[in-house]
């Protein structure tokens, strides 16, 4: 573990900052506390229950550090970077294209399920049948409105998180610049069908954390340029939807809060003519809460089936302990690792971006030991023969 929490502190060091957090991410900071999602944790970067602020790869110029950033702890003399190439096949060394790519390049080598890939004319080299098999995505759900008041571009910086074991869904935030669809809007005098109209819209979000609803990724064709099929068979598990019934209930009393009264619009009167105090509400961009939100379970578990999509946060397909073994080494074959979030059985805390980074650096140093280690016992034992 000390090896694994060095790489996590290594990798927070080198692409981490404390973001500000003001406009539509502070007022989602407090509406959290206010529907109970409690304590307050301040900014950090640990898995903990409450809200808390978490860390974010833009510094403070707005410039974002990704991980191509860590190649310039690389020896520029053993780095070869390929721009535009597309990976057809793999010979074996390891490889980390990730959740979707990692699989597909395995079956494209040959393998994966022998009766799969005779049929796609691909020769077997290793008949795995759980390649792409135990693909999992985090079913995400929630409200988009446009604000009353201007707000900040923002991405995911306040977490609530109600139970850090997992049994609860996340609550995220995010705001963004969207374009508006000519067809959505009519022509003023100054602005013409075809031009450009941009507004800004804000979403609270909940993400089922550790869903047991299984997927599977397989080859469409063996061409490899040709995306790979995936189903991720989202809710297929009722304790999946469950759970999201529960968090689209948190993001209902998240903006039932106080603190979410500024961003409500004026929509009408409450019936006493132009006098009468205007009723606001909020301007909700795609499907509503249902209005017994609070009562019905089989209304909003409708909801989380209309409205489910991604985060991106997909793993599984080439998971430890069918596919690959504790060392990330791909059962039957000798030297070839996936060291990505392919091989993950449960996503790791709100965003595997760290985790799969802590794991690229843990296992490149492991390598390294690992080979200075078989040279040390090649020399030890040449010098006994020579003696």
């Known amino acids: 573990?000390?090896?694994?929490?060095?790489?996590?502190?290594?990798?927070?060091?080198?692409?981490?900052?404390?973001?500000?957090?003001?406009?539509?991410?502070?007022?989602?900071?407090?509406?959290?506390?206010?529907?109970?999602?409690?304590p307050w944790n301040g900014f950090t970067v640990e898995h903990v229950t409450g809200t808390k602020i978490g860390a974010t790869t833009f510094d403070a110029s707005g410039r974002r550090h990704s991980a191509a950033d860590l190649l310039a702890f690389a020896r520029p003399g053993r780095l070869h970077v390929a721009v535009g190439a597309a990976v057809t096949r793999v010979i074996i060394n390891?490889?980390?294209?990730?959740?979707?790519?990692?699989?597909?390049?395995?079956?494209?080598?040959?393998?994966?399920?022998?009766?799969?890939?005779?049929?796609?004319?691909?020769?077997?080299?290793?008949?795995?049948?759980?390649?792409?098999?135990?693909?999992?995505d985090n079913p995400r759900n929630g409200i988009s409105i446009i604000p009353s008041v201007p707000i900040d571009h923002s991405l995911i910086q306040v977490v609530g998180i109600p139970s850090a074991n997992g049994t609860a869904s996340y609550l995220e935030a995010a705001s963004y610049i969207v374009p508006v669809s000519p067809m959505l809007r009519p022509a003023g005098p100054f602005i013409s069908p075809t031009s450009p109209l941009y507004v800004t819209m804000a979403t609270i979000m909940e993400k089922v954390p550790g869903p047991l609803s299984e997927g599977s990724l397989w080859l469409s064709s063996p061409?490899?340029?040709?995306?790979?099929?995936?189903?991720?068979?989202?809710?297929?598990?009722?304790?999946?939807?469950?759970?999201?019934?529960?968090?689209?209930?948190?993001?209902?009393?998240?903006?039932?809060?106080?603190?979410?009264?500024?961003?409500?619009?004026?929509?009408?009167?409450?019936?006493?003519?132009?006098?009468?105090?205007?009723?606001?509400?909020?301007?909700?961009?795609?499907?509503?809460?249902?209005?017994?939100?609070?009562?019905?379970?089989?209304?909003?578990?409708?909801?989380?089936?209309r409205t489910v999509a991604t985060l991106w946060h997909y793993h599984g397909g080439c998971v430890v302990g069918r596919v690959v073994?504790?060392?990330?080494?791909?059962?039957?074959?000798?030297?070839?690792?996936?060291?990505?979030?392919?091989?993950?059985?449960?996503?790791?805390?709100?965003?595997?971006?760290a985790t799969v980074m802590m794991m690229g650096r843990y296992m490149g140093l492991r390598m390294i030991a690992e080979r200075h280690s078989r040279r040390l016992v090649n020399t030890s034992s040449y010098s006994e023969l020579q003696e």
């Open 325 to 353: 073994d504790k060392d990330f080494r791909v059962m039957g074959t000798q030297s070839l690792r996936v060291v990505d979030g392919s091989t993950f059985s449960v996503t790791p805390g709100t965003n595997p971006q």
């Open 223 to 305: 061409n490899p340029v040709e995306t790979p099929s995936v189903r991720f068979n989202y809710f297929s598990r009722p304790e999946d939807l469950a759970q999201c019934v529960v968090g689209v209930r948190r993001v209902a009393q998240v903006l039932q809060s106080r603190t979410m009264d500024i961003f409500r619009s004026a929509v009408g009167t409450s019936g006493q003519g132009r006098r009468g105090r205007g009723r606001r509400d909020f301007r909700i961009v795609g499907a509503t809460l249902p209005l017994d939100w609070s009562t019905n379970n089989t209304s909003v578990a409708d909801f989380c089936r």
């Open 94 to 136: 390891p490889i980390n294209p990730g959740t979707l790519g990692s699989p597909q390049l395995l079956l494209l080598s040959g393998v994966g399920p022998a009766n799969d890939l005779t049929s796609l004319g691909i020769p077997v080299s290793v008949d795995a049948p759980d390649v792409g098999k135990h693909v999992f």
């Open 1 to 38: 573990m000390r090896l694994v929490n060095s790489s996590y502190e290594w990798v927070e060091q080198e692409l981490t900052f404390q973001p500000e957090v003001h406009g539509w991410q502070a007022a989602v900071r407090a509406a959290l506390l206010e529907a109970n999602v409690t």
